[in-house]
Structures are given as structure tokens and as C-alpha cells.
């Protein structure tokens, strides 16, 4: 045309940014692999990993630790592109790799924001944990004492020192720095699920380490400041103290046989009618005397004042003598009480 001449000699300064072949895969180049590698990610994993996305040029047009949280998907799943779909299995946790995706792999000839079309792509991934939705918690006895007869069971109260941290070893919380164990009822709720299994069927003076998938911990949401979304929880625990629980659905039992004349007992006054006052006084002095035991780890006067709801069953904050029944004698009840 216009701009070159007829037989002119050209010369062209090249510099080249990338280059493929439509029939080439991914490449994975790994950098480091921890020693231990217990499991693999497979599909239906889901994964949480740091990332540098970089053409091949080296130009940086994406990092997730510039936005200070992982990335976190499913793999093998379609969630991501095919070839970082495909470089995410197969991974250790705590391992580095570089995944080199072609663009029929990765976002094609269009490209997407500052991804150029028909870019090469460059991921230097670190792995920080994965998981699968069907995990269950994992228990490792690290030290069990040769006596351990009494187990611990739903209900028991129980005392432990404990260092909690993620799969890559960050540290999340520890009983030790704050000089106090941590005291719970178990199987009452008032710890994770994930947790309330790993304590199950241990005795005082065991180590394990107890590890909680997310599904069985805080979930996708995590704990905001203190636990990511998603995270594989690690326990270190010890166990120092159990006080063994009651039978499931009682709150106080007798040590001895029941009085016959139980509902005149507690009736002080014998008006016929029993105050939450002294039902209160009542079962202090049973539980004083070794009479009676109430549900260890919980609080007195909350246990007290359920027990006396349950018997005071028309609600008038008055227990008489026709509303007033020991647990056995309503089986079909479900209440903790007497």
C-alpha cells in the first residue's frame, strides 16, 4: 500500500510475550512439597489456596494475598477455569506449585479483564488447607495413660487445656496463654460439633489431636477476626478433669432411695403447696448431704427453677401435691425433673 514501498527491505523488533500450541495441556511445575502428605486433593474437594496470576512475560494481573484471603472452590467441579480445575488436583496441603495454563485452558481468545486474549497463564499457588463435605472429624491419640477405665461420655463435665490452630499451622487460640482451662458439659452444645466428637470416649491425662472440618466448625463464615471461612480446625487437647454426668434427660438424680414422703419433705410449712423457695432450699440440702446429685457444669439456680417449671405444670408458681411426680412415674414425659 501507501506506507511500504515496492521491494522494500523491512525490519521488524520483536519481543515475544508467549506462546502455545491449541493441542498443548497445563503444565505443573512443583516448588515445594511438604514431607508429610497424608491425602491428596481429589474432586469434590473443596480448596483453599493462595495465588500470583502472571502472564508469561511475567506482568502480575492478579494476586489474592494483595486482597489478604484465599481463594476458595471446589475442585474438579467446574467452579474455575479447566486448567486451574484440572492443577488443583492432586495437591498436599502446604504445598507450592506453579500451573501454566494455555488459553483454550484458561480465558480463551477474548481474554478478561486485564487478561489479555490468547494469554498464557502463570498461577504460583500455595495451598493453605482443603476438605472434602463428607469428612467426619479426625481423632489422633498422641498419649493415652495406662489407666484409662473412665471414659468420657455426653453429659460429663469436663476441664482441658487446648491449642487450637489451622491446618498450616497458624495459631487461632490457646487455654495455656490465658493460664485457665476450658470448661464445657459435653454434647450440650456449648462447643462446635466437630469438638463435641473429638472429646467423646477420653480419659483424664489423654492427648489427641483433633481435627474439624469447616461443615463441623464455623462453616463458610468462620469467626470474623479470629477464624477464616472454611477453615480445617486443629486441636491439640489434654484432658484434665472429668466429673461424670446423669443418665440423658435428668438433671437430678438420688445417690439413695426416694423418700415416700417426698412432696411433705419439701413442702416446710406443709400448707399444701410448694414455693420455689423451698424447692430451692430442698434440693441444696440433698445435694449438701451427698442425698442427691444435680447435672455437673451447669448453674444451680437455672437447673433448679427448670426442675420446679416442669412440676409446676399449670403455671401459677405454686407446686401442690396432685401436680407433683418423680421422672419414672412419667416415662412418656420427656422433663427434667425429679
Known sequence: GKEIPGQASLVFDVVLLDLHNPKDGITIENQHVPESC?????????????????????????SSYSRNHTYDTYVGKG????GMDEGLLGV?????????????????EEGRGKI????VLVFDIHVVDFHNP??????TVNYKPSNCTVLSKKGDYLKYHYNASLLD???????????????????SGQVVVGMDMGLQDMCVGERRTVVIPPHLGYGEDGVEGEVPGSAVLVFDIELLELVSGLPEGYMFVWNGEVS????EEIDQNHDGEVLLEEFSEYIQAQVDSGKGKLAPGFDFEKIVKNMFT????????????????LKDQEAKEEHDEL
Open 169 to 187: 499451622g497458624t495459631l487461632l487460640d490457646s487455654t495455656h496463654s490465658l493460664g485457665k482451662t476450658y470448661n464445657i458439659v459435653l454434647g
Open 310 to 325: 416442669n412440676q409446676d405444670r399449670d403455671g401459677n408458681g405454686k407446686v401442690t401435691a396432685e401436680e407433683f411426680k
Open 134 to 139: 463428607a469428612d467426619s472429624v479426625s481423632v
Open 116 to 119: 489479555p486474549g490468547s494469554a
Open 260 to 263: 415416700p414422703n417426698l412432696f
Open 38 to 62: 497424608e491425602r491428596r486433593s481429589q474432586t469434590g474437594d473443596f480448596l483453599r489456596y493462595h495465588y500470583n496470576g502472571t502472564l508469561l512475560d511475567g506482568t502480575l494481573f492478579d
Open 92 to 108: 498436599c496441603t502446604g504445598e507450592k506449585r506453579r500451573i501454566i495454563i494455555p488459553p483454550h485452558l484458561g480465558y480463551g
Open 79 to 82: 467452579y474455575v477455569i479447566a
